[in-house]
């Protein structure tokens, strides 16, 4: 069954240092997302990507983070300049369509720890 | 704005025994989906079974089935027959079907105990 890919599986970096988290959603789905958990709080939503654009993004999502699809199979977040609180596990999801049946396949998220 | 409640952190089950867990959420949508995913340890999320609102019947998967009252807000999911392999953690979510923004709940972590 397919399956989305993310990397690193855990990464620990220091407080200001940048961080790229990489995703590899399904081969034939359209639509992108990042959403995030800290510990013990709730999934929360990031950001929605199609068509190499942004399509959606919570109040999270400020000028800090961006996302990118470099070619046509990676999908990107990137987080600047990084700070305690986004130390959180970090998901990327991809669903093959846009509408209220829509199924969003997970991958299995990327630890990020900043000290 | 939507909100989705999970009140349990933690369930636990007898194998083969039946457990109920809870979701309640707040919406002023009339058109969504809710979803129930499961994460088992150190893997990742998948579906366990998805419920829409505007169908009055309860989803069922096999073992798993919902509880859905619209009225109430509330949408709990029942397991059959627990196995040890349905130990993880499960997360309520809610997407109006205006968006494609899911909301979650924070999670009830289940364990099965043989």
């Known amino acids: 069954e397919p399956e989305v890919t993310q990397t690193p599986s855990h990464q620990v970096t220091q407080m200001g240092q940048e961080v790229i988290l990489r995703c590899v959603p399904i081969s034939n789905h359209l639509y992108f997302y990042w959403y995030r958990q800290i510990l013990g709080q709730k999934v929360e939503f990031l950001v929605s990507?199609?068509?190499?654009?942004?399509?959606?993004k919570s109040e999270i999502f400020d000028d800090q983070f961006s996302v990118e699809r470099p070619d046509g199979s990676n999908f990107t977040l990137k987080i600047r300049s990084t700070k305690l609180e986004d130390s959180a596990m970090y998901f990327c999801?991809?669903?093959?369509?846009?509408?209220?049946?829509?199924?969003?396949?997970f991958g299995a998220g990327s630890r990020l720890t900043v000290l | 704005a939507q909100t989705v409640t999970q009140s349990q952190p933690e369930m636990s089950v007898q194998e083969a025994e039946t457990v109920t867990l809870s979701c309640t959420y707040d919406t002023s949508e009339s058109d969504y989906y809710l979803f129930w995913y499961k994460q088992p340890p150190s893997r990742q999320m998948i579906l366990v079974i998805r419920?829409?609102?505007?169908?009055?019947q309860n989803a069922t998967e096999n073992r798993f089935s919902v509880n859905f009252q619209k009225a109430a807000k509330s949408f709990s999911l029942k397991i059959s027959d627990s196995q040890l392999g349905d130990a993880a953690m499960y997360f309520c979510?809610?997407?109006?079907?205006?968006?494609?923004?899911?909301?979650f709940g924070t999670g009830t972590s289940l364990t099965v105990i043989p």
């Open positions: 999801a991809s669903s093959r369509i846009f509408s209220g049946a829509n199924v969003l396949t």
């Open positions: 979510a809610f997407l109006p079907n205006t968006g494609n923004q899911f909301y």
């Open positions: 419920q829409e609102a505007y169908k009055q």
């Open positions: 990507f199609y068509n190499n654009e942004i399509s959606e």
